[in-house]
Nanobody, 115 residues
Framework: QVQLVESGGGLVQAGGSLRLSCAAS????????MGWFRQAPGKEREFVAAIRWSGGITDYADSVKGRFTISRDNTKNTVYLQMNSLKPEDTAVYYCNTDRGSWEWGQGTQVTVSS
């Protein structure tokens, strides 16, 4: 049974930065493309970013392109999301999973951006 543990969220002013981490255990992490997703209050969970198993190919939602960077360290079974130039509309609970959301979801980490 895979376990995903997200961390690094917090309260930040608009224009600030945060770095999220997601540690995976219980599965061969390096074989999977991984993704970050987010869910704002009253909204559906949405795709944010994804990275292939080798780390060489990434994909981003239009709303975060140029501001967020996804990366991974397969030796640590960890995927990261560097978030810069944060906006109030980035406020949400952030989750990681495979790029298709095929594992059990973790508890997520709250990101709150104040204006």
């Amino acid at each position: 049974q895979v376990q995903l543990v997200e961390s690094g969220g917090g309260l930040v002013q608009a224009g600030g930065s945060l770095r999220l981490s997601c540690a995976a255990s219980g599965r061969t992490f390096s074989s999977y493309a991984m993704g970050w997703f987010r869910q704002a209050p009253g909204k559906e969970r949405e795709f944010v970013a994804a990275i292939r198993w080798s780390g060489g190919i990434t994909d981003y939602a239009d709303s975060v392109k140029g501001r967020f960077t996804i990366s991974r360290d397969n030796t640590k079974n960890t995927v990261y999301l560097q978030m810069n130039s944060l906006k109030p509309e980035d406020t949400a609970v952030y989750y990681c999973n495979t790029d298709r959301g095929s594992w059990e979801w973790g508890q997520g980490t709250q990101v709150t951006v104040s204006s």
